[in-house]
């Protein structure tokens, strides 16, 4: 059955920009009769199931049901190894031994062919002599996807349709794990996800992702993307910005209608004295008049 997907990584409690989005992402599956999923993309060292539970009340709380069992990524290592393994088969990958700092370096290097933050090739065309030297050195390699600059076009409800180049990104961590780009692509395509739903945070990534699910032979899905939330200093909504969690709303005295009405306001669901109930906002939902600027939430 076709599927909308929330897919947050349980290492930390979710604050409002994440219920923000996952409300959006309720939103978009449920207008179009689609099955709403959850997936924990708990394969960050830094998850811990405390937090899953907590993410899980969370939506329960402001009544986003899902559909069938939470998908845990850190159950299905072997299905990325499978096709990191269709990846190399093919050619269309490099070990990659440079490190985080090198690779800003490089980037900030001037006469650089590569887009900002993309990586610039330095470990492409190594020669096997130039790789077991840094084998020697102890470096442990990362793993690239050979992309060579290919350019991918990408459709969002919100934003329209774009074309981006995709850099040689990272597969396989260097600590052995599989990275995100490579995970996000091959679950959704488990999971009959159509139309991945995210902050506009990870825009960048979908070019990669996009261009991935081609070279797995996998279906592309649309996307649509829904713009962060600021706290009133302009930066990205965190910790230090206060009562940012369902929890800290409860705690100042609102309750979780409360909390998803605020959230339905921001996104122009809502006006004052709506009925702000999950079916209500259903029939209001139109995810090509969503706002395309931040919301900043000033406490």
């Known amino acids: 059955m076709p599927a909308g997907r929330y897919a947050p990584s349980p290492t930390g409690l979710l604050h409002l920009g994440n219920l923000r989005t996952a409300l959006v992402a309720w939103l978009a599956a449920r207008r179009d009769g689609s099955a709403f999923r959850l997936r924990s993309d708990d394969l960050d060292p830094a998850a811990r199931p405390e937090f899953e539970a907590e993410q899980l009340a969370d939506l329960a709380a402001l009544g986003l049901e899902w559909d069938g069992p939470v998908v845990r990524q850190s159950q299905r290592r072997p299905r990325y190894e499978e096709a990191i393994a269709t990846l190399v088969e093919a050619g269309a990958t490099y070990p990659c031994y440079c490190t985080r700092s090198e690779i800003r370096e490089a980037t900030r290097a001037p006469h650089g062919e590569a887009p900002d933050g993309a990586y610039p090739g330095t470990c492409r065309d190594l020669t096997d002599a130039e790789r077991a030297g840094r084998e020697r050195d102890g470096r442990p390699p990362a793993l690239r996807l050979r992309a060579d600059g290919v350019t991918q076009g ?50 960048s990534s979908t070019p990669r992702q996009a261009y991935l699910a081609t070279m797995l032979g996998l279906p592309v899905p649309a996307y649509l993307h829904v713009p962060l939330v600021l706290g009133p200093d302009g930066a990205r909504l965190a910790k230090r910005h206060g009562a940012v969690t369902l929890a800290d709303r409860l705690a100042a005295g609102e309750s979780p209608d409360d909390v998803r009405a605020r959230l339905a306001a921001s996104l122009g669901l809502v006006g004052a004295g709506d009925d702000a109930s999950p079916g209500a906002l259903l029939t209001r939902f139109d995810p090509g008049r969503l706002p395309r600027e931040p919301w900043t939430f000033d406490g």
Do not use: C, Q
């Open 154 to 203: 990408v459709v969002d409800h919100n934003l329209g349709r774009t074309i981006g180049v995709v850099d040689d990104f990272v597969l396989r961590r260097n600590d052995g794990l599989p990275a995100y780009n490579l995970t996000t692509v091959v679950d959704d395509a488990a999971m009959d996800v159509e139309e991945v739903v995210r902050g506009d945070d990870l825009w």
